[in-house]
Antibody, heavy 119, light 108 residues
Framework: EVQILETGGGLVKPGGSLRLSCATS????????MNWVRQAPGKGLEWVAQ??????????YYAESLEGRVTISRDDSKSSVYLQVSSLRAEDTAIYYC??????????WGQGVMVTVSS | DIQVTQSPSSLLASLGERVTITCQTS??????LNWYQQKPGQAPMLLIY???SLQTGMTSRFSGQYSGRSFTLTITSLEPEDIANYFC??????????FGAGTKLELK
């Protein structure tokens, strides 16, 4: 059974940084691209970042609105993916989801982790 | 960016009723659109991929169709467990995915 679990959320002060973790199991992690997607309160879903697998040289892609403040990384030995977000702003307050990506797009999602940016 | 317009934003329906949700894209994306179901506090679940293909394990009450830039998700006969939020995602411009704003389906 595919399992995806995000951790690392919480309350952060504006200007601070946060590292989200996503632990996976139940599939061959090395074969898949992974994404982070977020949803701000009362807003729609927004794709944040993608990291490809070793076959694609771990290429990374970022949403233009966040580029320069986010870094996605992965550790294949731990079947985990990470999202570092810096210079946090109130508008970064959101539920952050980790998703697996197959050829048909994101298929499995975690339950998400809440990040609140507030003083 | 490819814009995705989803309608309606909310929907009241009765058990047994046929329900239809639509996503319209700002440009042609062929069949590169997925539908997801999300219940409160749960992870989104993939229902339909490539516009018309039913994800393994999902009930055949769900079906997807498309014509041009218009995509529809249909629930043939609403069951209580279908009460959820539904959203679409276009992956034509992967990895710059864009999403519909979602439809909240509630019981009448």
């Amino acid at each position: 059974e595919v399992q995806i679990l995000e951790t690392g959320g919480g309350l952060v002060k504006p200007g601070g940084s946060l590292r989200l973790s996503c632990a996976t199991s139940g599939f061959n992690f090395n074969d898949y691209f992974m994404n982070w997607v977020r949803q701000a309160p009362g807003k729609g879903l927004e794709w944040v970042a993608q990291i490809r697998n070793k076959n694609y040289n771990y290429a990374t892609y970022y949403a233009e609105s966040l580029e320069g403040r986010v870094t996605i990384s992965r550790d294949d030995s731990k079947s985990s993916v990470y999202l570092q977000v810096s210079s946090l702003r109130a508008e970064d307050t959101a539920i952050y989801y980790c998703t697996r990506t197959a050829t048909e797009g994101p298929d499995y999602w975690g339950q998400g982790v809440m990040v609140t940016v507030s003083s | 960016d490819i814009q995705v317009t989803q309608s309606p934003s909310s929907l009241l329906a009765s058990l047994g009723e046929r329900v239809t949700i639509t996503c319209q894209t700002s440009q042609s994306i062929s069949n590169n659109l997925n539908w997801y179901q999300q219940k409160p506090g749960q992870a989104p679940m993939l229902l339909i991929y490539y516009a018309t293909s039913l994800q393994t394990g999902m009930t055949s009450r769900f079906s997807g169709q498309y014509s041009g830039r218009s995509f529809t998700l249909t629930i043939t006969s609403l069951e209580p467990e279908d009460i959820a939020n539904y959203f679409c995602l276009q992956h034509y411009s992967a990895p710059q995915y864009t999403f519909g704003a979602g439809t909240k389906l509630e019981l009448k």
